[in-house]
T-cell receptor, first 109, second 111 residues
Framework: QQPVQSPQAVILREGEDAVINCSSS?????VHWYRQKHGEAPVFLMI?????EQKGHDKISASFNEKKQQSSLYLTASQLSYSGTYFC??????????FGRGTSLIVHP | DTGVSQNPRHKITKRGQNVTFRCDPI?????LYWYRQTLGQGPEFLTY????????KSRLLSDRFSAERPKGSFSTLEIQRTEQGDSAMYLC?????????FGQGTRLTVV
């Protein structure tokens, strides 16, 4: 079953923060986060595994709450390059990520 | 190693024709996935290989779709008797561990 992402779209100014949420109705083993720019392939950002809590690099981090079957992606002090569509992919032990519909992020100067 | 490679990048075909796409995964990646993506949607799972074995197929994959990975390296996805509803971006991804890396995709337009 497809995970649900919220919000559907976010519009920010440079330097502002954003949070994108991903929730699943199924028990999760891992959550994958990708960013896709228009006309390009999804680019892997990070993966959170069952038993882990939070991960991040630079100003993008994510958390994974296994009990709630939810993950959140945090973008801090957003840059223009952060614009794109963010997808979460959830996986319950099958090695096959199922992706949400995406959250469109637009960062303005 | 230059990542996952897909060919062709674009394909325009007439309804009813057959098309075949190729995916070359990152070398030594044993898992290979095919996804389909339409405008405004996330990637939709089609099929999954571990080495040469096709372990999972989506119910979305009708009899007109077939995929192979004969030697556990590159893979092909064939669509027979294409329909306008097949128009989409077809994405291939490969994985060795838990992270999957996508190719640039093949954009199919059925006219």
């Amino acid at each position: 079953q497809q995970p649900v992402q919220s919000p559907q779209a976010v519009i920010l100014r440079e330097g502002e923060d954003a949070v994108i949420n991903c929730s699943s109705s199924k028990a999760l083993y891992s959550v994958h986060w990708y960013r896709q720019k228009h006309g390009e392939a999804p680019v892997f950002l990070m993966i959170l595994l069952k038993g882990g809590e939070q991960k991040g690099h630079d100003k993008i981090s994510a958390s994974f709450n296994e009990k709630k079957q939810q993950s959140s992606l945090y973008l801090t002090a957003s840059q223009l390059s952060y614009s794109g569509t963010y997808f979460c992919g959830t996986e319950g032990g099958s090695y096959i990520p199922t992706f949400g519909r995406g959250t469109s992020l637009i960062v303005h100067p | 190693d230059t990542g996952v490679s897909q060919n062709p990048r674009h394909k325009i075909t007439k309804r009813g024709q057959n098309v075949t796409f190729r995916c070359d995964p990152i070398s030594e990646h044993n898992r290979l996935y095919w996804y389909r993506q339409t405008l405004g949607q996330g990637p939709e799972f089609l099929t999954y290989f571990q080495n040469e074995a096709q372990l999972e197929k989506s119910r979305l994959l009708s009899d007109r779709f077939s995929a192979e990975r004969p030697k556990g390296s590159f893979s092909t996805l064939e669509i027979q008797r294409t329909e306008q509803g097949d128009s989409a971006m077809y994405l291939c991804a490969s994985s060795l561990g838990v992270e999957a890396f996508f190719g640039q995709g093949t954009r199919l337009t059925v006219v």
